[in-house]
């Protein structure tokens, strides 16, 4: 006959075995959070570029653009208007964001700053 501490041991066990199972369901279908991915306008250096000037995210995913060096700057979209932040970003750290719903690839620029190569590309993987 087994005894009170052997059952409540086994018992344990099989709450530790299907705890352990439902969670690794929820980890397999649960979605993954959307990310923020962030990039600097003007590099730390002080180039007129985005760093990185490729970010790659999945649909829902939001890219966040922080004033680094030698702004002001904007993001613009051609096409994109919802994408885009035309009014120049004055302040130190001031930051804009954009969330991408579809997938695709969106080339964007900083509109000061084009011409001295201030473009930008995000990759949304669908
Ligand atoms: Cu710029």
């Not at 199972?21 to 990039?39: E, Y």
């Not at 885009?84 to 302040?91: D, G, I, N």
Request: proline residues 4%; glycine residues 8%.
């Amino acid at each position: 006959m087994m005894n009170i501490s052997s059952l409540a041991k086994q018992l344990g066990l099989a709450i530790a075995s299907l705890a352990f199972i439902v969670g690794s369901f929820f980890m397999s279908v649960a979605p993954a959070a959307a990310d923020v991915v962030t990039v600097k306008m003007g590099s730390d250096k002080g180039q007129l570029v985005f760093e990185p000037k490729e970010v790659k995210i999945m649909v829902g995913d939001t890219v966040k653009w922080v004033n680094n060096k030698a702004f002001p700057h904007n993001i613009v979209f051609d096409g994109h208007a919802e994408l885009s932040h035309k009014k120049l970003a004055q302040k130190p750290k001031a930051a804009l964001e954009s969330t991408f719903n579809e997938a695709g690839e969106f080339t964007y620029y900083c509109s000061p700053h084009r011409g001295a190569g201030m473009v930008g590309k995000v990759i949304v993987e669908g």
